[in-house]
């Protein structure tokens, strides 16, 4: 409403116009916009010394986190018990030394951060710098410190495990060269002691004393044997068996060695036995050529004696027999030899340097003495017979007296009534039982009496003969006579088997009959063979 006022019109006074007032409010306006700005500003300030102690604190948190837990693993993770593991962990440790100098980066970073806060005079600022100062000792300090000795100490143990390494490989390397010398060792010492002479025994143990002396394969074996054991020590006393890098543990072989130790001992027991039996063989070999030297003297001296025996036949056959029976004297001292032979045998000696005679032809030489008297006196005794017995043969003697000898079964010099039976059938006759009683009666001397009382006579050798003669100059050796014989062993066959000619005469008659008879079907041709002796 216009009020209406009386008086003079109102001035205000020096500066309370209205113009006066609104630029003084236009200047409170401007104070107030730029106040707000500076609180603007301050608030954005805050915000980021905020954000700054924010970040400082998670990276500060991070930081710490990290350097526990690489000191927690560096001080509860072991060194490694291998050179592999230990080079493993050392390039783990490069590893984390990169990663420490990345940690160190983060740590500039985490200063810039407390720079801008103390800068900003933030309320956190002390209690930030308190912080860093702790992180900064953390990572700087105690984890640099934690690092280097954990570096040191998988150095250090790298150098012994590459050691202990070096000691594995030389216990492996020198234990296999310890098997081959132990093993070559027990080949020689387990050698069969091939030597039958005391000279060779003798320089075979010479050659043992060497081996086994100090500059011997067995020294040898005992240097690297001690070189071992040391080794092994060593090697276990880290804890480590020695055999990581070998089949051979120690335990086995000290065994080796204490089993070649005890093959040497046993080396030297057998050696002495060869001593003391070569020794002994020796004196075999001494008594055996003084023997034989004896036997071959004997039969030497027997057989120029027989051969060269001379005069009349009754002297040469008394010498001969008188030979036989010397030789027949140096019998038991001829076996008395070949005993000895047998202890020569007995103790495997092959060679004797004392003589060249051995026992195989010594003996054959006795054998071929005897058989040179037996062949010697019978040879005699034919040419005596043949004397006393003009118009039977050589020849014909010896049949008779082979035969006769054949049947002789007691050798006494007679034969008995069924024995000239054999006698006489072998001989090609076939004489009945009343024939058989005149030979014995006409022929034969009284020995003795038969069961039924009667007189029991025999037939010596001459009279045989002579028995013989008679039937020879009676024509009984005519080809019908002799067929007549041979159908009497055959049972009146023309054809004779051998089982017919065996039963009859000796095996040597046989043998000879059966090779010259012509074979047919069913036995032998007697006919034909008998003609053929006629021709």
């Not at 080796?256 to 046993?266: A, V």
Request: net charge negative; aromatic share 8%.
């Amino acid at each position: 409403y216009q009020r209406r006022v009386r008086g003079p019109a109102f001035v205000p006074p020096h500066g309370l116009s209205p113009e006066d007032i609104n630029k003084l409010w236009d200047v409170m306006s401007q104070a107030e916009r730029e106040r707000a700005k500076l609180l603007r500003a301050e608030l954005r300030r805050q915000k980021y010394l905020q954000l700054c102690v924010e970040r400082f604190k998670v990276k500060a948190a991070a930081l710490e986190s990290w350097v526990k837990s690489k000191e927690s693993f560096m001080k509860s993770d072991g060194v490694g018990d291998s050179v592999a593991s230990v080079q493993a962990k050392l390039k783990l440790h490069e590893t984390f030394e990169e990663d420490y100098k990345y940690q160190g980066r983060r740590l500039d970073v985490i200063q810039s951060l407390l720079k801008e806060i103390v800068d900003g005079k933030h309320r956190e600022a002390e209690s930030c710098t308190q912080r860093f100062h702790h992180v900064s000792d953390l990572h700087g300090n105690q984890l640099k410190k934690t690092a280097h000795e954990r570096k040191t100490a998988l150095e250090n143990e790298l150098q012994r495990q590459q050691k202990l390494q070096d000691l594995l490989l030389s216990f492996g390397k020198k234990s296999l060269e310890f098997a081959r010398v132990v093993e070559d060792c027990e080949e020689v010492l387990t050698d069969p002691i091939s030597v039958y002479t005391v000279e060779g025994v003798e320089e075979l143990s010479h050659k043992f004393e060497e081996y086994v002396g100090d500059h011997g394969d067995i020294s040898k074996a005992n240097g690297l044997f001690s070189e071992l054991e040391k080794t092994a020590k060593k090697i276990q006393e880290a804890g480590i068996n020695e055999g990581t890098y070998s089949e051979f543990s120690f335990k086995d072989l000290a065994s080796k060695w204490e089993h070649t130790k005890s093959l040497i001992s046993k080396r030297r027991e057998k050696l002495g036995k060869a001593a003391k039996q070569q020794g002994h063989n020796e004196q075999l070999r001494v008594k055996f050529a003084e023997r034989a030297a004896e036997v071959k003297k004997f039969i030497d001296q027997k057989q120029r004696a027989i051969e060269g025996s001379s005069g009349d036949l009754e002297a040469q056959l008394n010498l001969v027999k008188s030979e036989q029976q010397s030789i027949f004297g140096f019998v038991s001292k001829f076996e008395e030899f070949e005993a000895l032979n047998r202890e020569v045998e007995a103790a495997e000696i092959t060679e004797n340097s004392h003589t060249e005679l051995t026992f195989e032809a010594l003996a054959m030489d006795f054998e071929g003495l005897q058989q040179l008297a037996t062949k010697e006196i019978k040879t005699l005794e034919g040419e005596i017979l043949t004397k006393k017995h003009a118009g039977v043969s050589t020849e014909e003697l010896n049949e008779f007296k082979e035969c006769f000898d054949h049947f002789d079964r007691n050798k006494g010099g007679y034969l008995e009534r069924l024995e000239l039976l054999s006698c006489l059938k072998s001989l090609g006759q076939d004489p009945t039982e009343a024939e058989l009683d005149n030979v014995l009666n006409q022929y034969g001397t009284a020995s003795g009496t038969n069961e039924d009382g009667s007189a029991k006579k025999v037939l010596a050798f001459e009279p045989f003969v002579n028995y013989m003669k008679s039937k020879h100059s009676q024509g009984n050796s005519s080809p019908a006579a002799i067929k007549d014989n041979f159908r009497i062993m055959a049972n009146g066959k023309d054809i004779i088997t051998e089982a017919e000619i065996r039963a009859v005469l000796p095996p040597e008659k046989a043998n000879y009959l059966i090779s010259q008879m012509p074979k047919v079907s069913g036995g032998y041709d007697y006919n034909a063979y008998t003609d053929s002796l006629f021709k």
